[in-house]
């Protein structure tokens, strides 16, 4: 009777270790960014080109960092706020964007004034507005 429940002892013990490396081993594993199907052509648009919609949308939003799309049915537009800063002299740079197999990958990046330039002490609220082709494909902001 001792040896069956030292045997389901050790039983259940082996069961539970191998449960916690397959666990393990699985959850650890890297997760692959999806496959790039082709970059997109876009154009960084200025503020008398946007929707009107669009900039009431991005004047509610411009003093928090903010995400967002909007369509008009001919063009996707991809907007990135960057929030409040302390002074101007920002600029914003598309690092890339490039379409999968079912979602739209945006990448861009703050870029800050440079040293020793005058920025000036008014405070700033950057963002870029990119228009492309219009898709249906959710986007992921990088």
């Known amino acids: 009777m001792k040896r069956t429940l030292n045997g389901k002892i050790v039983l259940f013990f082996t069961l539970v270790l191998w449960v916690m490396?397959?666990?393990?081993?699985?959850?650890?594993?890297?997760a692959e960014e999806p496959e790039k199907l082709r970059d997109l052509e876009f154009t960084v648009v200025g503020d008398q080109e946007v929707p009107e919609e669009l900039k009431g949308m991005?004047?509610?939003?411009?003093?928090?960092?903010?995400?967002?799309t909007y369509t008009d049915e001919q063009?996707?537009?991809?907007?990135?706020?960057?929030?409040?800063?302390?002074t101007g002299g920002y600029s914003i740079?598309?690092?890339e964007m490039y379409l999968t197999e079912n979602s739209i990958v945006f990448r861009a990046e703050l870029i800050?004034?440079?040293?020793?330039?005058?920025?000036?002490?008014?405070?700033?609220?950057?963002?870029?507005?990119?228009?492309?082709e219009f898709l249906e494909e959710p986007v992921i902001f990088q």
Request: glycine share 10%; aromatic share 8%.
């Open 21 to 30: 490396l397959v666990r393990c081993l699985t959850g650890c594993s890297q």
């Open 58 to 68: 991005i004047m509610e939003k411009k003093a928090s960092p903010f995400k967002l």
């Open 75 to 86: 063009s996707l537009y991809i907007v990135e706020g960057y929030g409040e800063q302390p």
């Open 93 to 95: 740079a598309v690092q």
């Open 112 to 132: 800050g004034p440079e040293k020793g330039e005058d920025a000036g002490n008014e405070k700033s609220y950057p963002y870029i507005v990119v228009k492309t």
